[in-house]
């Protein structure tokens, strides 16, 4: 008998269990692959190493206005995926002794919940006193006419291959779409997106999802258009009224996730188009069974599954905690970068919420000028007009993924316009343009 | 009559100017040389301009392993210099067109404060209600032997430079020393270091000022080692009670700054060990007559005199301020970068202040390991252990340097450990190293 048994060793399950761990509960982790889940083995991590290679070739060909010029640089796929191996492999030890450290027990194989809260691994029966379950998500495939064809592939295909396609379509331009897009067509490859809502990136602020679109300026992009149908290496699609069609030696489907739901069907969970029902304690229906990550719909992101973990684990260890969404940061890890966290100021007008706004171009910023010239670039920051609380940060351009995190603090806390004033930011920082924008406010 | 005026237009001086213009003050600005002062047209902004090229270099010449292959790469000197006049240039009329948006006045040329509070510049005499003094520093040459040397540069000069030397001697191992260190050892120059202290960076964790040093293999240090005096093109210096000497074509002399006074040495201004004397609100002996920045000596950096400058001018406008120093972040643009906020664990301990401390190895950070393999990088973190309230957050490694401005926020606001552990930080971004090493506290 276990104190807890988790389901799943994606980021959700592997924090969760160290922390429990760490608090001396005997717990349990059940993996059917390997520890990290999606993230760390198909998804983010993979994802960033091959975007960050990308990056260093892209500032082999163009550094010379810097002051370096480079002869004969070339992209290996080759190497850049034997690193990208290195990196996962690397990771999955780190998770694999931080539970040995934490006095974790893990299980490889597919585990399924029952009705009666057991927890069957083949032949293996395992009970604990609480359950988490972080099975996580996988790619949704859209029910397209011809999306069976040998040239269309997920996320996690792509991250597998050995020689770059000449041309890659990606149907869908959310973040995944995006990464990929930025990724290949960094590399030379022949980047289309085709997207069905009138612009990329639905969770950004409108005016700076435009721009990432506008800088990625060596991939196509098709907008309001609907995929009709696939015919091999072909897509047919609708814009304006109008069919169309492209061909390219790779499809990327990525349109959605949905919640792995199968390892627990007959167990009596209750589920709401397609995933599980949590509260703010991550508790499901069924007493005793919690539910934390991409299972659940909430936040669709590693690191909101790791803040999910801890809040059950405090939970069942009757600490008092509560899972908030209103700090959650997102970052776009393409060129550029892009960034946000709280509320957009399209989402405030659209709540009729009453909010100050301040934005700052990063070409006025000095080091952002020294490093990427007049490249466009843009904090926003949305304040309560009433309190001063900030309530948004939203970035793009230079290293915004790691300006995000402070940001998510300043949200989390609560911290109000006239606080951000008397904060000092080094100077020459790119972080400036956070105190610079919200001087802007007024 | 002006409401304002201010003598000295860098950082500390065109924040104020601006400030005070925007809140509908008659301002003037008075200025020697060119707006900006020195950060900009002869410190941090262009050395970050000239280590930002030498890092793309450095990426050019080291990115094999990520899948950048490249047949060879040069870095010219006139070039990376062209940008950085580029970019100087361009935030120089950035600093212009705000003062012209604010209807500051600006009168170049040097001015004199006088003992009745007017401020001569040549034939011409103003006037304000308050005056700002921020007159900033200059480079200290120590009474060593030879020094007036035509080989004897200060950080000014070595950015003025058209051919690369194939040495270089950098006497004094502050953030100076080490930039200009990194920068040229970068670009294939030979660079020694003559440091007075055992270690360099005085102002950081122990800990980690060596690591900064063990990691930049290209430049050899001698410590503990006091300059005894300078001949032609060769330094003298004793190291362990015994005589050595170095030639070189350069010898970079950064050994501290000195205020400038030379302009107010008349108007009975009250000076303590060469800097003005200054309250928390930047007041100093003499009614209405304020200092900010380097000359007040009190913490020279840009970002602390931007901070000055709004304390003092909200002082002269009545609304309540106060300078504090307790959240104000440095950051070292090296390779690896450094960055830090707040109390050490070695001033902690020197201090007999009860702490704890946690600690995080960035290489367990997936993005760190992702861009940067196993090289060296920490996180230290330093709360009190009574309240757990963050009072100093360390870095080296990665992009230190952008993110000790989210810590900065988190000092100054006083988060406490408990609260840290519940903001989310994006995975996987490099900024999770804080979280993760408030995680090892305890």
Redesign the interface.
Known sequence: MYDIVILGGG?GGYVAAERAGHMGKKVLLIEKERLGGV??NHG??PT??LL??AK??S??LD??????????????????????RN?VD??VG?IDFLMKENNVDVVMGEGSVHADGSISVGNEVYRGTSVIIATGSSPFLPPIPGIESSRVMTSRDLLQIEKLPGSLTVIGGGVIGMEFASLFSSVGVQVTVIEMLEEILPMMDKRMARTVRTEMKAVNFHLGSRVTRIEDDRVFFEENGKEQSLQSDFILVAVGRRANTESFKDAGIAIDRGFVVVDDQMRTNLPNVYAIGDVTGKSM????A??MG?VAVNTIAGKK?RMRYS?????LYTTPEA?GCGLTEDAAKKEGQSIKVGSYQMK?N??F???HGKAAGLCKVVADADTGVILGIHLVGG?S??????????I??E?RVQ??????????????V??DAVWQID
């Open positions: 980021p993230c760390l983010c991590v960033k190493s960050n290679s260093l070739y500032h082999a550094s010379e206005n810097y002051g370096v010029t480079v002869k004969g640089a070339e992209f290996s796929l080759e190497k850049a995926m034997k690193w990208k990196v690397t990771m780190g992101l590693a690191h909101s790791y803040r801890e905690d700090a959650i940061p997102w970052a960034a006025n000095s080091r000028y020294a490093e290293v993924s790691e300006l995000i995190g402070g940001a998510a603090a300043i989390e806390a911290l606080e951000i004033k008397e904060v000092i930011y080094p100077h020459p920082s790119l972080s400036e956070i105190r």
